[in-house]
């Protein structure tokens, strides 16, 4: 069945260390992957993504990494901000048209 | 930097009547989808719409909904007699092309149903 999850529910991490979010997917067939933020009372906003012939693709601050393996997929920011802090979400695309989403890990910065 | 909007932000409304969400996506974007988020759970796909038709769509979309594009701009979802499980965060996305990239997202309609 369609499955995308994530391991944590919420990540507490001190400004400045690096964060590591992660997520489970089912479905092999899948060939497209995104991470999206989600901050308080907006739309998800497009961090990410990465396709399954990759194993590991990097943007300003973050990367991502891909097990096909294993199905697991991984978000790492660096140098982790407060304006980081937000609900973070794996997609997996099923099919050109379908965005199936993982149930969210919060991440929380201190100071 | 062009955005997707939304209207309403908030809609409040009785069970059974019916009530329109708009959007208007991204000029030149050809691709058009609808999701909602009850509060505290994952974002979950509703129906996605190109060239004026359904090109897919969940269980979630049944005979209640239904989509459309009025206008060059507009892309609306109606709930025909909303129900209490109907309260939700809704929100429009919009892509350039369903393969590739991102869809960018509105901020959302919350729509809560009493």
């Known amino acids: 069945g369609e499955s995308v999850g994530l391991h944590l529910p919420t990540l507490s991490v001190q400004e400045g260390d690096n964060s590591i979010i992660n997520c489970a997917y089912s479905n092999s067939a899948s060939d497209y992957f995104i991470w999206y933020k989600q901050e308080s009372g907006k739309g998800p906003q497009f961090i990410i993504d990465?396709?399954?012939?990759?194993d590991k693709r990097q943007g300003q601050r973050v990367t991502v990494l891909l097990n096909k393996t294993v199905k697991h997929l991984s978000l790492q920011i660096a140098a982790t901000q407060p304006g980081d802090s937000a609900v973070y979400f794996c997609?997996?695309?099923?099919?050109?048209?379908?965005?199936?989403f993982g149930t969210g890990t919060r991440l929380q910065v201190f100071p | 930097e062009p955005e997707v909007t939304q209207t309403p932000s908030h809609q409040v409304t009785q069970m059974g009547q019916e009530v329109i969400l708009r959007c208007v996506p991204i000029s030149n974007h050809l691709y058009f989808y609808w999701y909602r988020q009850i509060l505290g759970q994952k974002v979950e796909f509703l129906v996605s719409?190109?060239?004026?038709?359904?090109?897919?769509k969940s269980e979630i979309f049944d005979d209640q909904f239904s989509v459309e594009r009025p206008d060059g701009s507009n892309f609306t979802l109606k709930i025909r007699s909303t129900k209490l499980e109907d309260s939700a965060m809704y929100f429009c996305?919009?892509?350039?092309?369903?393969?590739?990239?991102?869809?960018?997202f509105g901020p959302g309609t919350r729509l809560t149903v009493t």
């Open positions: 719409f190109y060239n004026n038709e359904i090109s897919e």
């Open positions: 996305a919009s892509s350039e092309s369903p393969s590739v990239g991102e869809q960018y």
């Open positions: 997609a997996e695309n099923w099919g050109p048209d379908k965005l199936i």
């Open positions: 990465i396709r399954s012939n990759m």
